[in-house]
């Protein structure tokens, strides 16, 4: 019969780690992850790292907030320092339309008890000097957000699921599946097949590639994002939030000695491309200084691309796929899959092995709601 797993996890990011560890901290029995590259080296590995519990839609809130019980005690549940800078979330909002949303979100988070609150320009100076105020029309900050290390953060769950016997293994992609009868029976490799059957794709970016492999379709768009750090600046306190101009997109925080800074081009066409576009990076630069004008002082010391992969509504595709019996999907969550890993892991064990997930309401993110055209709309996107 070949070589067999009770589960396969296809990628080895944030996502397919904390998955993993989750189930295995249940004994849900032999678990293998599949990698292409190396563990963490994805589009983990190009995330800037933030940390938030300002969403717009409830289930965001909440897979938000039970991950945070993680990342407040990480270091002291997995004995990882992940570089946990919890110094806010401070939104910028120049649009009238903005505010509207904005403050019906502010009282949506509030209710759900996340210590977010509406700050004028006058306090926006006092939590962030650096910013220029004249057309802001106010913004929200919560104190609770920040920012940590996502290739430590990836690490520390795929130790603590290998020290509860998960086998990962890199560069060692899914090249196919065996489908018989509308089910699961094998996830094919370069190595062999590993019959299983549960195959639970996690591949980011990459998932829509992995779907086709199963005749699924899943619509997850792989689209760049460039980040920039600026050499040592001192001309800007390090105790500023991560601060975010909503109407370009474009964020700052402080990042070692320096600043980590970037924005989303929206003609930007989906793709693979990982090459960093110069053309953009002048007009980030030039965005930041119209914000922030004392950057005009700094240096960019590197700059490099990563992708999110985003879906029609900018939320993920997780749960069960209709299409195929023995299939999840825990993808496509359109540039906050990081922060929410956590969370998701355990929903995700709580599914396969409960039979239904108790810690979060996720059945809105159910993968069917593209095809029965049931999208549901997160507002509040970088």
Not at 46 to 56: K, V
Not at 167 to 174: F, G, K, T
Not at 207 to 235: C, H, N, W
Not at 267 to 293: I, S
Request: net charge negative; aromatic share 10%.
């Amino acid at each position: 019969m070949g070589e067999r797993a009770d589960i396969v996890v296809i990628g080895a990011g944030i996502m397919g780690c904390s998955v993993a560890y989750h189930l295995a901290a249940r004994g849900a029995g032999r678990i293998v992850v599949l990698e292409k590259d190396e563990i963490a080296r994805g589009a983990t590995a190009d995330a800037a790292g933030g940390i938030r519990l300002q969403f717009s839609t409830e289930t965001n809130i909440v897979l938000s907030k039970l991950s945070f019980e993680v990342w407040e005690h990480f270091a002291e549940l997995f004995g990882v320092d992940i570089g946990l800078h919890q110094q806010g979330y401070l939104f910028l909002l120049s649009d009238p339309g903005d505010v509207a949303v904005f403050q019906a979100n502010l009282e949506l988070q509030r209710a759900h008890g996340v210590s977010v609150r509406w700050v004028g320009p006058d306090e926006i100076r006092e939590l962030n000097p650096a910013v220029r105020v004249d057309d802001v029309l106010g913004g929200t900050f919560c104190p609770r957000d920040g920012w940590c290390d996502p290739y430590s953060a990836t690490m520390g769950f795929a130790q603590a699921a290998r020290r509860l016997g998960v086998e990962i293994r890199e560069s060692c992609p899914a090249t196919g599946f065996d489908i018989a009868g509308s089910r699961v029976q094998a996830v094919l490799t370069p190595d062999g097949r590993i019959e299983t059957p549960l195959a639970i794709i996690c591949a980011g970016p990459w998932t829509q590639e992995v779907g086709k492999l199963a005749g699924v379709d899943l619509p997850v768009l792989p689209y760049r994002r460039m980040s920039f750090v600026t050499e040592r600046f001192d001309l800007v306190p390090k105790t500023i939030p991560m601060t975010i101009e909503f109407a370009t997109s474009l964020y700052f925080h402080p990042e070692g000695d320096g600043f980590l800074f970037g924005m989303a081009n929206p003609d930007e066409p989906p793709g693979f491309d990982k090459r960093v576009d110069e053309a953009w990076m002048a007009r980030t630069v030039e965005a930041l200084c119209r914000r922030a004008p004392v950057f005009e002082q700094a240096r960019v010391r590197r700059g490099w691309a990563g992708f999110y992969e985003i879906t029609p509504d900018d939320n993920p595709l997780l749960g069960y796929v209709d299409e195929v019996e023995g299939m999840i999907v825990a993808a496509g969550f359109s540039g906050h899959g990081f922060m929410q890993g956590p969370a998701v892991g355990c929903c995700i064990a709580e599914l396969v092995i409960d039979g239904e997930v108790r810690s979060a309401d996720i059945r809105a993110f159910t993968p069917r709601r593209f095809r029965e055209g049931k999208l549901v709309q997160e507002h509040n996107v970088i």
